[in-house]
């Protein structure tokens, strides 16, 4: 496998504040039960004129600034969504277009939250590729755009924002990715899904009469899902690396619910100071989550350059995976 450092790291978040009060007032719901059952207590909801390519733009750019490139230097921009500004083109032409690029391939592909590692894992492996020597990742969600703001049970648990990362191929032997398991498991696909608005169910006025275009989630079942597929694939990145959570410096999982987080440092026995945790104040931000947790970190200094940093992570389809990673 080519040696692939990460140059460098961005992210964003739309200005607008969505507190469990507000929330409150929107939905029979309160802040003290959003806070004891998933440790969310605000999130960010883009305006209604921003879209998905937006925040990815923004996130884009932050990450070129701090990888401290020329942004003509990218080769390649893969862009990871759930909630693309369009069904076609992808979300990712519209990034290259408004970050000013050209004649490069730009893509997304869907992952829905395992898009961080996933994206990882198509990177790298699209890096043996001599035409790709530095790559723009992109994870960017408006989940605000698919959720149903009548619906408690799911609308109090997601949030909007973007992150990126700048890739390349490494001059040196030391690995910035060090290792990625990625996998699925479509049998899953009913339980976290948007219906409507694809060629199964092409949109119409009974569709939306439906709400047939919002996200809809049996909650309990993805819960313990995954806690199980996330326990597993921490454990087995760890065995084929030979590594022990000793030798792992913080573990950012994908921030969905604090309750999950807690479960799976107790079945694994993960020391609690160990697990990053910003779910409080973003929600659940889809395949950018990690990304934001660990830039959030990175900036208050808990995270330094060269700490090795397990980052585990499930979502729609069901889709899980993880990454062994370290900031260069
Ligand atoms: N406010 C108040 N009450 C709510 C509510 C809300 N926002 N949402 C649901 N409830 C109610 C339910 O109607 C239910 O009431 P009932 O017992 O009268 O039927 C009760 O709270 C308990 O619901 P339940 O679904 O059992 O709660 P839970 O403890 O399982 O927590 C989730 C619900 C959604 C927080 C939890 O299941 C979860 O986090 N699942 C995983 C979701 C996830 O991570 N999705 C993203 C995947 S990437």
Redesign the pocket.
């Known amino acids: 496998m080519t040696n692939i450092s990460i140059k460098g790291v961005g992210t964003y978040v739309p200005d607008r504040i969505l507190t469990n009060d507000d929330l409150s007032k929107m939905?029979?719901?309160?802040d003290e039960?959003?806070v004891t059952?998933?440790g969310i207590r605000e999130r960010h909801i883009a305006r209604p004129d921003e879209s998905t390519s937006d925040l990815c733009v923004k996130a884009a750019e932050r990450a070129i600034k701090d990888a401290n490139i020329d942004k003509n230097e990218i080769d390649l921009i893969i862009v990871g969504t759930s909630s693309p500004d369009m069904l076609t083109p992808s979300t990712a032409v519209i990034v290259q277009h408004k970050l000013g690029l050209r004649d490069i391939p730009a893509f997304d592909f869907g992952a829905?939250?395992s898009g961080f590692q996933y994206g990882l894992d198509i990177a790298r492996s699209m890096m043996v590729n001599p035409s790709y020597r530095t790559v723009l990742l992109i994870c960017g969600d408006k989940l605000s755009s698919i959720l149903d703001w009548e619906d408690?049970?799911t609308c109090?648990?997601f949030g909007d924002g973007a992150g990126a990362m700048i890739l390349r191929k490494a001059e040196d032997s030391q690995s910035g990715i060090i290792d990625v398991i990625i996998s699925s498991d479509g049998e899953y696909a009913p339980i976290?899904n948007v219906p409507a608005g694809g060629s199964m169910e092409p949109a119409s006025a009974a569709t939306v009469q439906k709400r047939r275009h919002f996200l809809k989630?049996e909650?309990?079942e993805?819960?313990k899902l995954?806690i199980q597929k996330m326990s597993d694939v921490i454990a087995l990145i760890l065995a084929r690396n030979n590594l022990s959570i000793d030798q792992i410096d913080h573990v950012v999982p994908?921030q969905?619910?604090v309750?999950?987080i807690d479960a799976i440092a107790e079945k694994l026995e993960i020391p609690r100071q160990k697990m990053r945790i910003t779910v409080d104040k973003f929600g659940?931000t889809?395949a950018s989550s990690i990304l934001l947790a660990i830039d959030e970190n990175r900036r208050n200094g808990t995270i330094k350059n060269g700490d090795v940093i397990l980052t585990p992570g499930?979502?729609?389809g069901l889709t899980w995976g993880a990454a062994i990673i370290r900031l260069l």
């Open positions: 939905v029979d719901t309160s039960w959003i059952r998933s829905a939250c408690r049970s109090v648990l976290l989630m909650g309990r993805v819960f995954a994908h969905a619910n309750r999950i659940n889809s499930f979502g729609a």
